[in-house]
């Protein structure tokens, strides 16, 4: 079945240590995004990518970085400099095509900074 | 200010009863409107996607309005069930563009 995987889904990390979260898609979609869930808020922007080998910052990237080498995959390492890192982390795509593309999220990985 | 506003924040029902949720946005030019159900710990996953042109969409017992007019779209739940406890996300997106604003979620929890 087409869909978003991302991996792992927990993840403890300890400050200082670079980590990278997977995503990978089936979907032929076009544009992928990062984004980051906190408690009562909504999801925000990290990093965006609408083709591969080009990439945007979002709203948040402060202490992030990503690659688009390959259309399926769209890797996010969270970076010591990220000042608050414990969050949940959910992959999206979407079809570039048309306005009613859907967009279809992954399960999420669950970062922990002990 | 968030271009998409969601109420109630939270809410509590019984099984078997209705609820409305509301969402309002300020994305201009509007493309399509998204809800989405999140449960606990997991990715969330499509209910309804209007359009520009659509007014009423209905998935199960989710029925989703949009007024394009007042820039103001709902989710009922009809015969709620403890499954519906989630968080239920509206999503919109601007025409020609592929950013999408995310109101913060509606947290419903069913009781039986």
């Known amino acids: 079945d087409g869909g978003i995987t991302q991996s792992p889904k927990y993840l403890f990390r300890k400050e200082g240590q670079n980590v990278t979260l997977s995503c990978e898609q089936n979907?032929?979609?076009?544009?992928m995004y990062w984004y980051r869930q906190d408690p009562g808020q909504g999801l925000r922007l990290i990093y965006y990518?609408?083709?591969?080998?080009?990439?945007q910052k979002g709203d948040i990237a402060e202490g992030y970085s990503v690659s688009r080498e390959k259309k399926e995959s769209f890797p996010l390492t969270v970076t010591s400099a990220q000042k608050n890192p414990t969050a949940f982390y959910l992959c999206?795509?979407?079809?570039?095509?048309?306005?009613?593309?859907?967009?279809?999220f992954g399960e999420g990985s669950r970062l922990t900074v002990l | 200010k968030n271009q998409v506003e969601q109420s109630p924040q939270s809410l509590i029902i019984l099984e078997g009863k209705n609820c409305t949720l509301q969402?309002?946005?300020?994305?201009?030019?509007?493309?399509?409107l998204r809800w989405y159900k999140q449960d606990t710990g997991r990715g969330p996953v499509s209910l309804t996607i209007?359009?520009?042109?659509?007014n009423t969409k209905s998935n199960g017992r989710y029925t989703a309005t949009l007024d394009a007019d007042t820039k103001q779209s709902s989710l009922h739940i009809t015969a709620s069930q403890l499954s519906d406890s989630a968080s239920y996300i509206c999503?919109?997106?601007?025409?020609?563009?592929?950013?999408?604003?995310f109101g913060k979620g509606n947290q419903v929890v069913v009781i039986p």
């Open positions: 999206a795509s979407i079809t570039g095509q048309g306005n009613t593309g859907e967009l279809f």
């Open positions: 979907l032929n979609h076009d544009a």
């Open positions: 990518s609408q083709i591969v080998n080009d990439f």
């Open positions: 969402c309002n946005y300020t994305v201009s030019p509007f493309s399509n």
């Open positions: 209007m359009t520009f042109s659509e």
């Open positions: 999503v919109v997106r601007g025409y020609g563009n592929n950013r999408l604003a």
